[in-house]
């Protein structure tokens, strides 16, 4: 039997942007920010053992520590959106959105480096990216970033790893591509993802237990209780320090990723960026029969007030996020028993 011919890329974006009303633009961009992603695949292919480096309030705005690859990445990919119908982009990287083409169709917001202090280590980092409508300059400004994450015509994820894979969605499916470093560009490698609806694997950051809420500590135990616990089956523990990781995992083997609001200084509302991170990550879930919630919303109906606005967020199979957000909203507030808690949900506004 003949074996079925490689679907590249630059293939599969004229059939699925076809029906869009900015199907062209989005597609451009696409191919702008894949381009891009495999320029910094082969570079980090080459290693890159610079220290971290402080950036002042000028540039992301937070005082983070930043690897130089976060200012590279930066540069490279709003560089290749500008020969794109973008008008604007929103990086991590910058406070406030970069105007690019006034006439673009498209704005995009994006991470370019997502888990840069594990370059260090040779571990996971990625790239996390979301397109969106440009709107009318009269609607105000940042109006096109500041919308719902149900407002998103595509995001996409790339994680760059022992391969290099591209997670993409257009809101009809989510698809798997993996970087042909020959040919320099992604083929299709699976259609259609579909995640388990139970969750065998979880992922939080442990080390960050005495700062949680009491009631994400509860669900927490039941799922290390394991078999002896009130789940009565045992669960896997999987944490690498990078959002792309834990999304690409589960949308390939499923389980559930818990990055919680806890009381440490600036992480009240969770360590993710709503528009850049959280909303491309959760349609990505989304469209692969996974959920994406903050404790008390869904995650593409929450309407950002500001473009860094922080969230924080649980994502994954469908029935273990629903078990966890039920879990957790079924204990009422008990003041100091969990002081970072509100009646709106799980987790402080």
């Known amino acids: 039997m003949a074996s079925q011919a490689a679907v590249l890329l630059d293939e599969y974006l004229p059939a699925a942007t076809q029906s869009m009303a900015q199907g062209a633009a ?4 696409l191919r702008a920010l894949v381009a891009t ?41 709003t560089g290749s959106l500008r020969g794109a119908p973008v008008s604007a982009v929103l990086s991590g990287e910058a406070v406030d959105p970069i105007t690019l083409s006034p006439d ?27 397109i969106l409508p440009a709107v009318a300059d009269d609607a105000g400004p940042h109006a096109s970033l500041l919308v719902t994450g149900d407002h998103q015509l595509a995001a996409g994820l790339v994680l760059y790893g022992p391969a290099t894979v591209l ?27 579909r995640i388990p609806d139970q969750a065998g694997t979880f992922a939080i950051n442990m080390a960050n237990r005495r700062h949680w809420p009491s009631l994400v500590r509860r669900y927490v135990d039941d799922l290390l209780a394991g078999a002896v616990g009130v789940r009565e089956r045992d669960f896997d523990m999987r944490w690498v320090g990078a959002v792309v990781a834990d999304a690409f995992r589960i949308l390939t083997d499923g389980g559930i990723a818990i990055h919680p609001g806890d009381d440490r200084p600036g992480g ?9 991170e959280g909303n491309p990550v959760a349609l990505l879930i989304e469209q692969a029969g996974g959920s994406a919630s903050n404790g008390s919303e869904r995650i593409l109906s929450i309407q950002p007030k500001t473009l860094h606005q922080r969230t924080p967020l649980i994502f994954g199979s469908s029935d273990e996020v629903r078990r966890c957000v039920e879990r957790l909203d079924r204990h009422p507030n008990h003041g100091s028993d969990s002081p970072l808690f509100r009646s709106r949900g799980i987790f402080r506004d």
């Not at 989005?26 to 961009?29: E, G, I, N, P, T």
């Not at 020959?182 to 699976?190: D, E, G, P, Q």
Request: glycine fraction near 12%.
């Open 268 to 276: 009240r509302n969770g360590s993710l960026r709503l528009v850049s």
């Open 104 to 130: 673009g169709q498209v704005v995009v917001a994006i991470d370019p480096i997502d888990g840069s202090s594990n370059v260090g280590l040779n571990g996971a980092i990625g790239t996390l990216f979301s």
């Open 167 to 193: 997670a993409l969605t257009l809101g009809a499916g989510t698809d798997l591509f993996v970087l042909d470093r020959a040919r320099a560009t992604f083929v299709l490698a699976r259609s259609s993802i």
């Open 37 to 77: 992603s495999v320029d910094l695949a082969d570079r980090l292919a080459s290693g890159h053992d610079s220290p971290p480096i402080e950036v002042a309030a000028d540039g992301n705005g937070e005082g983070d520590a930043r690897h130089p690859l976060d200012a590279l990445a930066h540069q490279l990919f």
């Open 26 to 29: 989005v597609a451009a961009a």
